[in-house]
């Protein structure tokens, strides 16, 4: 049976169309007359504005547990006190609770996919199988050398891509994640290079995010991240790079020929201190620059709309130009690029997409009067006018409602968690 989406408004359309969801597809757009089939179950939109919603291209799903926990300590002190003494607590079926929320708070914003790092990834890409939505998911490697570690590290990362790439009607991809340049070592950076182009594997990394590490880098190397990447031939395979807060000009040009997508995480850069990406930069050198979250624990919340509503005003300010970030350019990183950024077919609600439509509300007080629907929806709409979620044509949300899973039962476990934790 298809369902077919009756009078939404698509950016580019001055009237309502009608939209029929066939299986995993938008098979037809158009009048209800010309697409309408005997059986099809019809869904009144009434105007909603329909997308193709929205990608995170750079998180770390179950730190939705730490939301709120101390963030007003220097990071140093936050990670070793905080952190990292809780995350070893950590059994792979709290890792799973903790995912299904965030990605209930994903849904809920319009999320149709996420790129995630961490660690219990077994338990990470069943909680993603249950929510519906798309992931590109990855272990966060930590190891100094292949001696100390890292050949371990490599082997969980291949044996989750056994297990994981392509699973979950191919909703599911995995990507090969040394955690920063930093934290592991330059043959454990050759190693995964090779596993990622060997297995045809994205890689997902932390790049350039702090002064600090920058500074440190050169005084090392000589060089800064990107191009001691380069150096090393670990730039060979398609990359995902988050934050990049810190770059200098030459380093812009290497993600420009090396196709290097960036995930611009603004509220996590600020929320820690670390400082504003270049982002007018990134876009004028033409590099692919999606939106992430980063963790709940440096954000506080999943939510992309409000991530590009704080891009597109930091943009405009640095620059002191509103021609900085266009609201319908900002759209595009959630939408177009953070596809593109995990690898994903291009979807825009047209015929042979994937079915992957998100509906937003725009009648409310705080939309009304609606001008410019991308200008709407950037400066003015909220995450909870949200409506409804398709992903591959399933719907996980409907009229606001989570269908996708328990969302109260999840609250519980995870909240059961938390005063375990505290108790300890
Ligand atoms: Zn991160």
Excluded at 234 to 245: D, E, I, Q
Excluded at 294 to 299: K, Q
Excluded at 330 to 359: C, F, Q, S, W, Y
Excluded at 388 to 414: I, N
Aim: hydrophobic share 45%; net charge negative; with cysteine.
């Amino acid at each position: 049976m298809a369902t077919l989406l009756k009078d939404v408004r698509r950016l580019s359309d001055s009237e309502p169309v009608c939209v029929r969801v066939a299986g995993d597809t938008i098979d037809r757009v158009g009048t209800l007359d010309d697409i309408w089939s005997a059986g099809d179950e019809i869904v009144d939109a009434g105007g909603k504005l329909a997308l193709p919603g929205f990608v995170n291209a750079h998180t770390h799903l179950p730190m939705v547990l730490l939301r709120g926990l101390a963030d007003d300590v220097p990071l140093a002190t936050w990670l070793e006190r905080h952190v990292w003494p809780i995350e070893r607590a950590l059994r792979p079926e709290d890792v799973h609770w903790c995912a299904l929320l965030a990605l209930a708070e994903s849904i809920r914003c319009g999320v149709v996919a996420v790129a995630d790092m961490y660690f219990h990834n077994d338990a990470i890409a069943r909680a993603v199988t249950e929510s519906g939505v798309r992931a590109l998911l990855s272990y966060g490697m930590i190891a100094p050398s292949l001696a100390a570690g890292g050949r371990e590290e490599l082997e969980k990362t291949e044996r989750f891509a056994d297990t994981w790439d392509g699973a979950s009607d191919g909703r599911i991809r995995v990507a090969v994640s040394p955690h920063a340049v930093y934290t592991c070592g330059e043959d454990v950076w050759r190693e995964s290079i090779a596993l990622a182009v060997r297995r045809d594997l994205l890689v997902h990394t932390h790049l350039s995010e702090t002064r600090g590490e920058v500074d440190d880098w050169r005084k090392k190397t000589g060089l800064t991240p990107p191009a001691y990447l380069e150096q090393i031939g670990a730039l060979a395979a398609p990359t995902l790079a988050a934050h990049c807060t810190h770059v200098t000009a030459e380093d812009v040009d290497l993600f420009a020929r090396r196709g290097v997508r960036v995930a611009h995480c603004p509220k996590s850069n600020a929320k820690l201190g670390s400082g504003t990406a270049p982002l007018s930069a990134f876009r004028a050198g033409g590099v692919a620059t999606a939106v992430g979250t980063d963790g709940a624990a440096s954000n506080d919340r999943l939510d992309v709309l409000e991530e590009l509503r704080f891009a597109c005003l930091l943009a405009r300010a640095g620059a002191e130009r509103v021609g900085a970030l266009s609201a319908r350019d900002a759209l595009g990183m959630a939408t177009h690029e953070g596809r593109l950024a995990l690898g994903l077919p291009k979807a825009n609600v047209e015929a042979g997409d994937p079915a992957d439509i998100v509906l937003v509300e725009v009648e409310g007080a705080h939309t009304a009067p609606r001008h410019d629907a991308a200008s709407t929806l950037v400066f003015a709409s909220q995450s909870s006018d949200v409506t409804d979620v398709f992903v591959a044509g399933r719907p996980l949300l409907r009229e606001r409602k989570l269908l996708a899973f328990d969302e109260e039962r999840v609250q519980l476990e995870v909240a059961r968690l938390a005063a375990r934790l505290r108790r300890n």
